[in-house]
């Protein structure tokens, strides 16, 4: 049985909606088979910062406070999927968030990267952490900071031992804007809205699978690892 560190899988594309543990369970897949996470959101910054011509073209445009287009993001994301550390497979985070964004990731794989490859065709499996909605909001909603050492609390799931006080330095826990309450059901609708059409691109595919996120990390860990064990890259006929 290959080493998992040096096995070929297939491309993993992770939904979930904020709380649900999406960007834990991403740096466990990556830890375990050794292949990259893929954020959209780290790759535009990284153009940006890096100055290169995507980057300028994309900085432009924010800077008139315009969305960047689907074509920029497809030529960034592109350009990394060619990077030789994605061969065996890699993890997508953030992307796609639309279905048309989903139609191009396939077309792209299909026709150049593993067409090329000396595994076969192979098409993501996508995987969409469910979480029922009380429990998201239970997750976000108790997250508490400490404004001195950063620590992170959870009143509901991992409280400080004295209330509202961090256990490190005795500070005053703070509720970050993005924490409150209606700025949380704010997020989940439009993820709900923006994330439905992808899921149900994937789904009438036959490539959608779900994973119970209300259980512990460490078993929605096997559970991924599973599915994605049970889904080997398809080989291509040579008749």
């Avoid at 088979?33 to 893929?38: D, E, L, T």
């Avoid at 990394?80 to 890699?90: I, V």
């Avoid at 985070?93 to 639309?98: H, I, Q, V, W």
């Avoid at 826990?173 to 809205?193: C, F, H, K, P, S």
Wanted: proline share 5%; hydrophobic share 35%; with cysteine.
């Amino acid at each position: 049985m290959a080493d998992d560190n040096s096995r070929s899988i297939e491309p993993i594309v992770l939904l979930g909606p904020p709380g649900a543990g999406k960007g834990t369970q991403a740096k466990r897949i990556a830890e375990k088979y050794g292949i990259p996470q893929i954020s959209t959101g780290d790759l535009l910054r990284q153009h940006v910062k890096d100055a290169t011509g995507l980057g300028l073209l994309a900085k432009n445009i924010m800077a008139r406070g315009e969305l960047v287009p689907d074509e920029l993001l497809y030529d960034m994301v592109a350009e990394r999927l060619r990077e030789a550390d994605c061969d065996r497979g890699f993890i997508l985070d953030g992307f796609p968030r639309t279905a048309a964004q989903a139609g191009w990731l396939d077309a792209f794989l299909e026709r150049e990267v593993f067409d090329k490859s000396k595994r076969g065709k192979c098409l993501p499996i996508v995987i969409r952490i469910d979480v029922d909605y009380n429990d998201l909001l239970r997750r976000l909603t108790g997250r508490r900071t400490c404004p001195v050492c950063g620590r992170i609390y959870n009143v509901y799931l991992q409280p400080p031992r004295v209330d509202e006080l961090c256990d490190i330095d005795g500070s005053k826990l703070v509720t970050r804007n993005d924490d409150r309450e209606e700025v949380i059901r704010g997020r989940l609708l439009a993820y709900e809205q923006q994330t439905r059409p992808v899921a149900d691109y994937y789904g009438e595919k036959g490539r959608l699978v779900s994973v119970d996120g209300g259980l512990a990390p460490d078993v929605v860990s096997e559970r991924i690892f599973q599915q994605i064990e049970s889904h080997g890259p398809a080989t291509v006929s040579q008749g």
